[in-house]
């Protein structure tokens, strides 16, 4: 499995275009990546997925080099309500290969909105 | 539909009793997973499973057992609570279909206190 790497925490105001980087220099060829958000007391929330260049959908973006080693996930002019932690996440897209069911969270990213 | 479902909400435990966690999700998912999260961290797998009537460890696994009761439940017990895992678990599940949009979702989480 793919490990990534975030920084441990990020400050921001809000209006401002915020953006999160993730390395995963061993990312397989069937790897796609993931973003969840996880506000204090609840679970993880599914945010974005993408496998290569660049997705986007009413949350965020996210942007994918060609090597795939790394990802960037972009969060237009945020609010208050975006203070969350988080992660990304490397994973095996066929179901019936070794990976495919181990979803591995790292320590994620703090987001921190300011006024 | 009301998505991942996990019981109790709170608990309180000494020392050396037992307990089990239920969850259950009536999304017709095949995967489904337990984690703890610590004050702070990330969240750590403990077991998962990837179809009905399997069950696989996942990185923190010694203290737990699992049991994949049918496809709808999942339920993880605590034969003898230490305080080590005082920790809040969170329930997950999960289907892909390959090359379209990932689905998980997250349960609210227990939050287990062992004295």
């Known amino acids: 499995l793919a490990k990534t790497t975030q920084p441990i925490s990020m400050d921001s105001y809000e209006g401002q275009e915020v953006n999160i980087t993730c390395s995963h220099n061993n990312i397989a060829t069937n790897d796609y990546i993931t973003w969840y958000q996880q506000f204090p007391s609840q679970g993880p929330r599914f945010i974005i997925q993408g496998y290569k260049t660049k997705v986007t959908n009413e949350v965020a973006s996210l942007f994918i080099p060609a090597d795939r080693k790394s990802s960037t996930l972009s969060l237009p002019r945020v609010s208050l309500s975006d203070t969350a932690v988080y992660y990304c996440l490397v994973g095996d897209m066929f179901e019936f290969s070794g990976g495919y069911n181990k979803l591995i969270f790292g320590a994620g990213t703090r987001l921190a909105v300011h006024p | 539909n009301a998505g991942v479902t996990q019981t109790p909400k709170f608990q309180v435990l000494k020392t050396g009793q037992s307990m089990t966690l239920q969850c259950a999700q009536d999304?017709?998912?095949?995967?489904m997973y337990w984690y703890r999260q610590d004050p702070g961290m990330g969240l750590r797998l403990i077991y998962y499973s990837a179809s009905e009537g399997t069950t696989d460890k996942g990185e923190v696994p010694n203290g737990y057992n699992v049991s994949r009761l049918n496809k709808r439940e999942f339920s993880l017990r605590l034969e003898s609570a230490a305080p080590s895992q005082t920790s809040v678990y969170f329930c997950?599940?999960?289907?892909?279909?390959?090359?379209?949009?990932?689905?998980?979702?997250f349960g609210p989480g227990t939050r287990l206190l062992v004295l």
């Open positions: 999304m017709n998912h095949n995967s």
């Open positions: 997950a599940s999960r289907t892909v279909r390959i090359l379209t949009q990932e689905t998980q979702y």
